[in-house]
């Protein structure tokens, strides 16, 4: 069952993300504290969870981008995880369709992600020249584009995705 996250869910998405993210290449170590300082700024604007009969098994979140050419309505989504004993079970699938339809149904704009183009272009993320994040290589930094014009600009994520620990 996916859902909106609840105040009683804060320590299993600090504790499934923590583990998610483990043993990824990728990872900063950062990812669960990102979480709880999105959450603290008042800047986790979409908060979902993964849950089954044994608890809370993956987590989303989403919180709004700042765009260079001043578009509005645009989120960044990330981190994403799921409990590595659940991983390969279709879960962050379901989580990412989720996500975008909360979205849409919040009128967004758009969603960029930093993240495998192989996985996330399953989803309609691409990457495009016109979107850009500084330091990270073009085709990882990709977006969908959920409804107006398609912004030419670079973005900046919320001050939280620079929490060291």
């Not at 700042?66 to 879960?91: C, F, K, M, N």
């Not at 691409?126 to 930094?141: K, S």
Request: net charge negative.
């Amino acid at each position: 069952m996916i859902r909106n996250e609840r105040p009683d869910d804060i320590a299993a998405i600090h504790t499934v993300t923590r583990d998610a993210f483990l043993s990824a290449p990728h990872s900063s170590g950062t990812e669960q504290h990102i979480v709880d300082a999105l959450r603290a700024a008042g800047a986790l604007s979409i908060s979902l969870v993964a849950e089954d009969a044994g608890g809370i098994i993956g987590h989303v979140a989403l919180s709004p981008v700042q765009l260079s050419d001043g578009s509005t309505d645009w989120y960044g989504l990330g981190p994403i995880s799921v409990a590595p004993h659940r991983q390969g079970e279709g879960i962050g699938s379901a989580l990412m369709r989720a996500a975008i339809k909360a979205l849409q149904a919040r009128g967004a704009a758009g969603c960029v992600l930093l993240g495998d183009p192989g996985y996330y272009g399953r989803f309609g993320f691409r990457a495009d020249p016109r979107l850009r994040l500084a330091g990270v290589p073009a085709e990882y930094f990709q977006a969908l584009q959920l409804q107006g014009e398609w912004p030419d600009a670079e973005v900046s994520y919320h001050a939280g995705f620079g929490v060291t620990v």
